[in-house]
């Protein structure tokens, strides 16, 4: 079977972008291929943060990834760091990665200039995030339109080091979902829906509660034109709302589109935090059912086989580059 590989960084609370662009797909995908889901620690360091914080968001995502249906009788769900492969790796990687390529990066760009302040693993982090998929030969990955540049660098550097020292690495693939890859800010639809975001009204968790969801699709910004259509660049709002409720319905923008042309936003934007709520309730109440020792066991196992896995494609990157053991 093919493998797939994705990473979630355990920062701040999961929306339903991190859901509708990336895990909804991870749960998918897990039917057609062997899965290894990882909560990236080790990027999450790259921002300033607190330790006592990241134990608890570590857990948490991984609760969330859970109950959102990921299987870990199926799939490996681990973090980062229980696998010091993937920083070997890195160092191995970053070796063969010019400074050129990392320059062009636009999340370092986007990182710094929004106030973070620039450390060598913010700016190495796409090369951490190449170790990560090729620690264990993934062939597809799966994640949002975000991400779509570090997967260019991960293709070329294994690329790159296949030309040098073997052909070690297959050519990884991004997934990247047709609708819903890039759900917007609902407070500004020319933006992504980040974590990171201050203002609260602007996103919606995972967890959040109906009458939250449904007042915050409420009082998404739209425009002043009372047709629903699809247009991101004249009508980016209610394109948004249409991805929105394409993903969780399984119909077409176009299909909702012509449902929804007259009946005016308000019956609109209700249809759409409905069709969210009952994608959102299992995954909310399964989060419920779920101790921290249960995803502590499962992180536990996890970790132990995904050391197991990636042990002996290490012991073939050392011996290529020139570092066999003694
Ligand atoms: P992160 O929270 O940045 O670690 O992202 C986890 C996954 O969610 C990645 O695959 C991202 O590409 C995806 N993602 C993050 N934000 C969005 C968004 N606004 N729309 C769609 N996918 C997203
Ligand atoms: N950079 C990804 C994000 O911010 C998270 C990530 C780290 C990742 N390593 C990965 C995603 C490997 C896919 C594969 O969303």
Redesign the pocket.
């Known amino acids: 079977m093919n493998r797939i590989f ?4 355990p ?2 609370n ?10 909804r797909n991870w749960v998918a995908l897990q039917d057609s291929y062997d899965a290894i889901y990882c909560i ?1 620690d080790l ?1 999450a360091m790259t921002i300033d943060y607190d330790p006592a914080d990241l134990e608890k968001t570590r857990i948490d995502a991984a609760k969330i990834l859970l109950a959102a249906g990921v299987d870990p009788d199926r799939s490996l769900l681990y973090t980062q760091s229980q696998v010091p492969a993937h920083a070997e790796l890195a160092w191995i990687l970053g070796t063969m990665t010019p400074m050129g390529v990392l320059n062009r990066m636009t999340q370092y760009k986007d990182k710094t200039e929004a106030g973070h302040a620039s450390n060598l693993g913010l700016y190495a982090y796409p090369v951490l995030m190449a170790a990560d998929i090729l620690l264990y030969r993934a062939n597809l990955v ?6 779509r540049q570090h997967l260019e660098m991960t293709r070329d550097l294994a690329e790159r080091f296949n030309n040098r020292f073997g052909d070690i690495f297959p050519i990884p693939d991004a997934y990247i979902p047709e609708t ?6 609902l407070q500004d639809p020319t933006a ?4 990171s975001d201050v203002n609260v009204k602007a ?1 919606i968790s995972i967890l959040d509660d109906p009458d939250v969801v449904r007042k915050r699709i409420k009082s998404a910004v739209t425009d002043s034109d009372p047709i629903v259509r699809y247009d991101t660049d004249d009508k980016p709002g209610i394109s948004n709302l249409l991805e929105i409720m394409g993903a969780c319905t399984g119909r077409s923008v176009e299909d909702l589109a012509d449902e929804y042309a007259d009946s005016g936003y308000g019956v609109f934007k209700e249809a759409v935090a409905e069709a969210l709520v009952e994608e959102l309730t299992p995954i909310r109440e399964a989060y419920k059912s779920l101790s921290n020792g249960d995803v502590r066991q499962v992180l536990h196992t996890s970790g132990e086989k995904g050391r197991d896995l990636a042990a002996p494609l290490m012991r073939e990157v050392r011996k290529a580059v020139g570092l066999k053991g003694y």
């Open positions: 994705s990473g979630v960084q920062t701040g999961p929306h339903i972008g991190n859901y509708l662009g990336a895990f990236v990027h799966p994640v949002g339109d975000d991400q819903s890859a890039r759900v917007m800010s992504k829906m980040s974590k996103s």
